[in-house]
């Protein structure tokens, strides 16, 4: 079943002619067959063109970031009929996880019950799949009661009912515990003198059946206060859910006071060693250079803030991170939420490649997406693509409660957020141009694993006869290595998404130092076409 628009069969019409017509055209290709072209960058060690730790070291060089482009068919989940439970809203604070070639989306349903006075308890935890990525469907699961009936798609949890602001999923295999295999932590409410949000951590054996980690009951679907994992103090975990170095991290927004004082809402993280046991103590993760100025008491919606935490791609040794750019205001009528990127080396403090840079902006005022966006934890690598998946939520208009949500898919080539090109203004202008200086950088230290093979992979575009890349691999001081460096250098002349690295005809690498660099020039009277996005360091087992 595919899940389009709910504006009648001309627009559905529409919307299958657009994909067909952009999947004949190649802007979108996510067939098996190209998928199984490809590895899995998430098992490599990535060294990503917009990753100043990974490449500390440059010349002649400039970064460009893309801005990814909206899949015709958004949004590719929709809100469900009436009477059902995601009839008001399909808020994509969730997750996707791809498994066995499954999508498997966790979002936050609304339902369209007027007459029940506990919001909250309106919120509850729905899956839906896909075989794609872009064409969903909403199974039923037989395992809660709505309205009488198991035929829907939610997910059981235990408390019940106990209500989700937000749920982020995370595939733990590294557990022991087969009842632990999945992860979530949610965003929900306790009561002190208001109400107020925290964390609460559910793990589960498949995705679909969960239980809260410590025996707690819910009153009116809230926590009670002596139920918290963390201190009592207003927190929404509605950001990601990570693992990083053996530790978890729950991502969420609050405006409590730091260390440093910050203007509103800031990107708080935080930890634990097993899921269970929370630490007391947080890190801010992220703020924007306007939240250094200080606006003042009862002034918190107003100015340009971080929204709702950051939504994590693990690449095993770098974080890629989507928030929200928060467009504050007096007045919620003026307040709009566009994407901003960051990334993090070390798993608590993430920073802009590009300074208050919009990754993906709100759509205009009537389309699905208007007044705002809101991250989800959703990345994948389909064929020659890549999905980063969003929700919307319009916050001028949330106080009059309009149905809301849907799951969008933003389109970049494969790992391809940022490249590195050949800076042109540095040979000075006219009569005052520079000697020839080399365009190169060379990245920090990448441990290597005693007796294992590598394989090397580059990611990069505008290559040919007359654009060259020539890399060289060097030791942890800089000092070229015999064999892989000057004539001996691999030299690529071919683009594509995971071109394969020889030295002298040899892909499988081995005999390599326990720290090596790498230094990548780039050649050629053209070198100016040359779009460089990353390198891959891959055991070749």
Known sequence: MRLLPQSGPARSRLIDFAITAAFTLGLFTTSPTAA??????????????????????????????????????????????????????????????REQGKFRLWYVAFDDDSANSVASSRWRAAYAESDDGVHWIKPNLGLVSYKGSKNNNLIRTDP??????????????????????????????????????????????DGLTWKMENEVKSQKAELLKKDLVLPGIHFEPSGGLYKWDGM????????????????????????SADFLNWSQTSGISFTRAAQHTLLGPGRSREGEQTHEGISVWNRRNVLLGIFGIWHGAKEWKDVTIDLGFVVSNDGVLFREPA????????????????????????????????????????????EKEPPRGGLGIALLPRDRFGDLVVEEAGKGP???????????????????????????????????????????????????????????????????????????????????????????????????????????LQPAS
Not at 477 to 501: C, H, M, N, W
Not at 509 to 518: C, D, E, N, W, Y
Request: charged share 25%.
């Open 160 to 205: 019940s009912p106990l209500g989700f602001v937000n749920i982020k999923v995370l595939a733990d295999p590294e557990d022991p515990d087969p009842a632990r295999r999945y992860k979530i932590s949610t965003h929900v409410y306790f009561r002190h003198h208001r109400r107020l949000g925290t964390l609460a951590p559910f793990v589960s054996p």
């Open 355 to 398: 300074n208050e840079w919009t990754f993906l902006k709100r759509g205009d005022d009537g389309e699905w997406d208007q007044g705002g966006l809101i991250q989800g934890q959703g990345f994948e690598n389909v064929g020659d693509q890549t999905y980063v998946y969003y929700g919307a939520w319009d916050p001028r208009h949330w």
């Open 430 to 536: 006219g009569d005052y141009q520079l000697p020839e200086i080399t365009s190169e950088f060379i990245t920090a230290a990448v441990d290597m694993k005693a007796d294992q093979p590598q394989h090397f992979h580059l990611n990069a575009e505008g290559l040919g006869a007359e654009a060259a890349l020539k890399i060289e691999i060097l030791d942890a001081q800089e000092r070229p290595l015999p064999g892989y460096s000057g004539k001996d250098a691999a030299v690529i002349r071919q683009s594509g998404f995971q071109t394969p690295i020889e030295w002298k005809g040899q892909r499988e690498i081995s005999g390599l130092p326990a720290r090596i660099r790498l230094r990548v020039t780039f050649e050629g009277p053209r070198n100016t076409d040359i779009r460089f996005s990353a390198l891959y």
């Open 248 to 271: 978890f991290y729950a991502s969420g927004q609050n405006s409590m006071d730091a260390t440093r004082p910050y203007h509103g809402r800031v990107a708080r993280v935080y930890r």
């Open 36 to 97: 199984e072209d490809f590895f899995d960058e998430t098992q490599a060690t990535t060294l990503f063109a917009f990753d100043n730790v990974s490449i500390p070291h440059s010349q002649n060089l400039r970064l460009e970031m893309r801005q990814p482009k909206k899949h015709p068919g958004n949004p590719v989940v929709t809100r469900g009929q009436p009477g059902t439970p995601d009839a008001k809203g399909v808020q994509f604070y969730g997750s996707i996880i």
